[in-house]
């Protein structure tokens, strides 16, 4: 495994909610990680971005990983929660906000942050 | 054909049985997409699970580029039909 991958997947087992964007939550470069990341700061969750766009062997290797291939990817506590499309389906039912509450506990901090992993 | 018509068809494949199959060009340009595939394939899966199978057929365009960006609806039929129509 290299190192980078390593990184990525410290970051998806770590973190209590990931987010592999285009860009970052101050600027985000991509309607559809703009998507991802308004469906979880609505639904309460921290976040833990990361943008893969200053490397691409970021998006190769982690799709490699997760076997998703497109941007951006939501994980809870290591599991994929899946891209865009599911997390704003799961946002708009309610659901999502549940699934973070019994990985996060109801009482958790916002916190919205950002990974550099440029090599 | 247009990548319209071929991404149907990659997905008709996929879902033979599929009630609701379709696909939109969401721009004009031929390189964004809405695909909603309803399946019973997709019953008892996660929604993980079910796009997995979409992306799983439509594998060649999102590698090569055909498709550039990609926005996914999936479902299973809601009913639980035990009439017996096949």
Known sequence: MSELRDRIQTIISEEPVSLFMKGTPQFVMCGNSDRALRALLESGAPVTAVDVLPDPQIRQELSALSGWPTIPQVFIRGELIGGADIVEELHASGELRQRLDEALGAEREQVVQTIPLAS | ?86
């Open chain 2, 1 to 86: 054909m247009t990548v319209t018509d071929v991404l149907e068809s990659l997905l008709r494949n996929a879902f033979p049985d599929a009630p609701t199959l379709s696909v939109e060009d969401r721009t004009g340009g031929g390189d964004h997409f809405q695909v909603v595939v309803e399946s019973p394939r997709f019953a008892g899966l996660s929604l993980v699970e079910q796009h997995r199978l979409v992306y799983a057929a439509l594998a060649e365009p999102l590698r090569d580029g055909t498709i550039h960006e990609l926005r996914i609806r999936t479902c299973a039929p809601q009913t639980a039909d035990t009439g017996g129509t096949a």
